[in-house]
């Protein structure tokens, strides 16, 4: 009986931990759900909390991510599975801390947290399959302590408090619940107030459409003062400078027309049949700027690799032009944000034939990355989630999924930078260091006997 209690633990909290992200979003569940792995693992010998990972996350993803069957079918199993490895590794590695004597206290609420954001983090931004989704730092988006530390280090923190406090550690309690109390005020009573200087946009929603349909709906929301306006990726599927030539003056002849700048996603023809996914940024008399997407999608033909991260230098500052995928690692947008990028325009494709709650769990991949540098964002996505961010990663604006359209707002210019950009981004790569060193002096060194807890 004992044994199928936990198995309904287990399962019951590896499904809570899929309804801690959007579309559902009830972040509470996330700390629940992983307090509730470290207690099943709690004692256990290792190969069984290798098991209770791997089953755990399994689960959680199967669950959270149903929406890959969709684009993959069967192959979904697999993917899956190999995302299940990490907690399984969590598992593993905290069971064998225990079994070689840390069994309590803020040793073990340190390990756990270590092994917790050193797994993740590998598996978010560190393997060749790299895969941010579903990490508990994402779950408790946007809690203010991002800027800080950014995602990852808010899941560290928070598996620290919550780990201390499951396991006997003096004051646990009493730093989790502080933990609960101050990111509550900063969330529900604080007000946030805009920075000076703001810049008026307009992102178009649509996809495969004509370049007149995009120039008809920005015309909809775009004020005649607007500044800015912004089209997906993929908005002119060619190379507009040495192929459609035609094109890129249309567009700019629309520019010109508005007296607004224009960022859009085309294409960059590279040597032979190479090409790059590009962001240009134009006026209407000429090209300001490019960005050659770093991160290409997996299993797609997507281009090749951009190299750089640079903010386009304009008469409204510098923008920083990641370009979708970019924005669900952390590298891209702080690397602009450190060359100087005051706010960011996004062009964005998720397809129409992909699932709506796809669609939602990625737009929340924008605004933690505004979140963490505290910089405006504007994200023009093909079939939604479009979005209008302010640097706190609040969406002011947004235009649903698998809807064509636009919507005006304004976002603000910053220059300062937050100590995420600066040194905070470093969080998790010190806890995956930690992890290293202390698992080799663990499963190298003297085997200590495990000390009762009570």
């Not at 997906?232 to 190379?239: A, G, L, M, N, R």
């Not at 960011?344 to 709506?356: C, I």
Request: include cysteine; proline fraction near 4%.
């Amino acid at each position: 009986m004992e044994h199928a209690n936990r198995i309904l633990l287990l399962v019951a909290s590896a499904v809570a931990y899929a309804f801690a992200f959007p579309p559902y979003g009830w972040w509470p569940l996330a700390l629940l759900s992983v307090g509730v792995l470290a207690g099943l693992l709690h004692g256990a010998r290792p190969v069984h909390g290798l098991m209770t990972g791997y089953w755990w996350g399994m689960i959680a993803f199967g669950t959270g991510l149903s929406w890959l069957w969709q684009l993959f079918g069967p192959f979904s199993l697999l993917l899956w599975g190999i995302l299940a490895v990490f907690p399984a590794a969590f598992g593993w590695l905290v069971c064998m801390a225990q079994q070689r004597g840390v069994t309590a206290g803020w040793r073990l609420a340190f390990f756990i947290a270590v092994a917790w954001t050193g797994t993740e983090f590998v598996r978010c931004e560190v393997m060749p399959l790299k895969f941010p989704w579903m990490h508990l730092g994402l779950a408790l988006e946007p809690w203010p302590l991002v800027s800080t530390v950014g995602v990852y280090g808010l899941g560290f923190v928070c598996m620290l408090t919550l780990a201390a406090a499951l396991f006997r550690a003096k004051a646990g309690w009493v730093a989790f619940g502080g933990l609960m109390i101050v990111q509550f005020d900063a969330l529900v009573v604080s007000e946030r107030v805009p920075g000076p200087s703001q810049v008026k946009v307009v992102a178009v929603q649509a996809e495969g459409a004509a370049t007149g349909t995009y120039m008809s709906l920005a015309k909809e929301a775009a004020a005649d003062d607007t500044e800015l306006i912004v089209w997906p990726e993929y908005t002119i599927p060619i190379d507009v400078r040495n192929v459609a030539r035609s094109e890129l003056e249309k567009v700019q002849a629309f520019a010109k027309e508005r007296r607004a700048l224009l960022v859009f996603g085309t294409q960059t023809r590279l040597e032979g049949p190479k090409w790059q996914n590009t962001a240009l940024t134009i006026d209407g008399t000429s090209v300001l700027g490019e960005h050659g997407k770093n991160h290409t999608v997996h299993f797609f033909n997507d281009g090749e690799h951009g190299k750089t991260a640079l903010p386009v230098v304009t008469s409204l500052g510098r923008i920083g032009t990641p370009i979708c995928f970019d924005c669900d690692f952390q590298d891209v947008v702080r690397r602009m944000t450190l060359e100087g990028a005051e706010f960011f325009a996004v062009p964005s494709m998720d397809a129409a034939s992909w699932s709506e709650r796809q669609h939602i769990m990625h737009s929340q991949l924008f605004r933690v990355r505004a979140a963490e540098n505290q910089r405006g964002m504007v994200v023009a996505a093909s079939s939604g989630v479009s979005q209008i961010i302010d640097s706190h990663g609040r969406a002011l604006k947004s235009l649903g999924a698998m809807k064509t359209g636009s919507l005006g707002g304004t976002i603000e210019r910053r220059t300062e930078l937050t100590f995420y950009t600066r040194l905070g981004w470093l969080t998790p790569w010190v806890a995956l260091v930690a992890l290293v060193i202390w698992t080799t002096l663990l499963f190298f060194g003297a085997r200590r006997p495990a000390r009762a807890v009570g």
